[in-house]
């Protein structure tokens, strides 16, 4: 698990993982076309600032290589950083990322699916992008994924 504490000397938050040798080697090809992609990931709810960045940091030093974030999260700038500032290639890394919001039209959830990829930075992108809370309503929603995709986003 990961435990959380501020050291005296930094007062930053410590995260130490620990990950089965099995697990680090768990991937899977998924049918299709998709990419081969990471079976165990690290979720980032709840997690924002100094205590986010690190956890990330840690969870891919462990050998972690799917990380999932949202748009609801609020925290796609500390994702994005702790990613840039590992030693992993960003390649190598499933980065997942959701539109949390709903009832929206496919304009305005292009533009905070766009918001949201944004701030993952602009040497970063999402591996899969998809709709957080789906509903009778997420046809727009999902044109909006859809463009997303057909300008490589």
């Excluded at 959380?4 to 000397?9: D, K, L, P, R, W």
């Excluded at 090809?29 to 990931?41: C, D, K, T, Y």
């Excluded at 980032?44 to 030093?61: D, H, I, K, Q």
């Excluded at 890394?93 to 930075?121: N, P, Q, V």
């Amino acid at each position: 698990g990961c435990v959380f504490f501020s050291t005296a000397s930094s007062m930053l938050p410590y995260c130490e993982i620990s990950i089965p040798p099995a697990a680090k080697r768990s991937r899977r090809q998924l049918q299709g076309s998709f990419p081969e992609r990471a079976m165990l990931g690290f979720g980032t709810l709840e997690l924002s600032g100094s205590e986010c960045y690190s956890a990330v940091r840690a969870a891919l030093e462990a050998g972690v290589r799917h990380i999932d974030t949202a748009q609801s999260y609020q925290n796609a700038e500390e994702v994005s950083r702790a990613v840039r500032d590992s030693k992993v290639p960003r390649s190598e890394i499933y980065l997942a990322t959701k539109l949390s919001s709903i009832d929206l039209s496919e304009e305005k959830a292009y533009a905070e699916l766009e918001a949201e990829l944004d701030r993952l930075g602009s040497n970063s992108y999402a591996d899969l992008c998809y709709l957080h809370f789906p509903s009778q309503d997420s046809l727009a929603p999902w044109r909006a994924l859809e463009r997303l995709h057909e300008r490589g986003r």
